[in-house]
């Protein structure tokens, strides 16, 4: 039975840099709150007009560059994103069309800031059954168009951010030794409405009203209290059961990625697996928390810093709307 590894890694954030002083401007809030609740320092927000293609596009030729790869050698798309172009169709079909590839099948999964981790869970299954060889894997956002920058909405624009992550998977020998070795993912949709946009959807016709804006259902929602609660919870324990299905302990893992949702809440997971600081990647003070790009961000800036070596076990864990959550672990 053949394994799927990551080939190659790239990523991209928009040029356009706001800082907690920036958004003190839009909303009353100030640099010292933001910093002390989510560890973050700036992110990025994209300009008028730009699109995912903007930057899922990049992120991927990054990717396949770093794989020694071009476009052509990719059989199939995996598409996370919260935070479509369009209603319909999927961000993926704009990607494929940009990367001038051919008509791949291109699959969008809106699991939101879990997108990434399910995304590599069905490109590996894919690789592994033998039906595609090279997958492109791609987490982009765009959240700062769907968030009330208005006092009224500052506990959630101040964490959401613009991006894209993308690794490029292929298959590999076991033998070798090296590639995604486990998945562990839930869901929980008693708790939907805790991080979620109400508006525009289709129970509703039209599909959004003059009420509904007006009453600001079409920006993104969010109890963070009660998120924060099951993050702190859930990412230790889903790690640590793709851990133990992957046959490991804590002892083993080089490196925890986890999803860049509050620093606070990634310090919280370090802690309850009494992990090391070098055993803990976190660059949310750079990036804001870009939902589904979060973990491919950080495990480009990784690989390219040689954070992330050949060899070493990797544990990637991620929680958000839905709820959803799940990890991987991955020999590199
Ligand atoms: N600037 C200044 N004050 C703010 C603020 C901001 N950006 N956002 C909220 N506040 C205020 C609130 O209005 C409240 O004021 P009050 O006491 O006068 O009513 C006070 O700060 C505390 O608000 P609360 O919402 O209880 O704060 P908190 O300690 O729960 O922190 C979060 C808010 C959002 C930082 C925190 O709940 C959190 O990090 N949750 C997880 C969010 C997350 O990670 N989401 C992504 C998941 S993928």
Redesign the pocket.
């Known amino acids: 039975m053949r394994r799927s590894a990551i080939l190659g890694t790239g990523f991209c954030v928009p040029d356009r840099i706001v800082t907690n002083d920036d958004l003190a401007g839009l909303?009353?809030?100030?640099d010292q709150?933001?910093r002390e609740?989510?560890g973050i320092e700036q992110r990025h927000w994209v300009r008028e007009g730009e699109t995912s293609v903007d930057l899922a596009l990049p992120a991927a030729q990054r990717a396949l560059e770093a794989a020694g790869l071009t476009a052509k050698d990719i059989d199939a798309i995996v598409f996370a994103t919260s935070s479509p172009d369009h209603f319909c169709p999927g961000n993926g079909v704009y990607l494929q069309r940009a990367l001038g590839a051919g008509q791949l099948p291109a699959l969008d999964i809106r699991t939101q800031?879990s997108g990434f981790v399910y995304g590599l869970s069905v490109a590996d299954a894919w690789i592994r059954s033998g039906q595609f060889e090279r997958i492109l894997v791609v987490g982009q956002e765009i959240q700062s168009t769907g968030m009330d920058v208005s006092t009224d909405g500052?506990?959630v624009a101040?964490?959401f951010a613009d991006g894209a992550g993308a690794a490029v998977l292929g298959p590999v020998d076991p033998s070798e030794g090296r590639g995604l070795l486990s998945f562990d993912l839930h869901s929980d949709g008693d708790h939907a409405e805790k991080?979620w946009v109400d508006a525009p959807g289709s129970m509703y016709h039209p599909r959004i009203s003059v009420g509904q804006l007006e009453a600001g259902r079409q920006w993104l929602q969010?109890d963070?209290?009660e998120?924060?609660r099951h993050?702190v919870t859930r990412m230790p324990e889903s790690a640590t059961a793709a851990l133990t299905k992957a046959g490991y302990t804590w002892n083993d893992v080089s490196l925890l990625i986890p999803?860049q949702?509050?620093l606070?809440?990634s310090e919280a997971v370090q802690k309850s697996l009494k992990l090391r600081d070098d055993q803990v990647y976190n660059n949310i003070m750079r990036y804001g928390?870009t939902?589904s790009a979060t973990i491919p961000i950080a495990m480009d800036e990784c690989v390219r810093s040689g954070r992330l070596k050949r060899g070493d076990l990797l544990v990637l864990t991620a929680?958000?709307?839905g709820f959803m959550w799940g990890s991987a672990v991955i020999r590199w």
């Open positions: 909303m009353d809030t100030s709150w933001i609740r989510t800031c500052r506990h101040v964490i991080l969010m963070g209290r998120v924060f993050a999803h949702a509050n606070r809440i928390n939902t929680f958000g709307s």
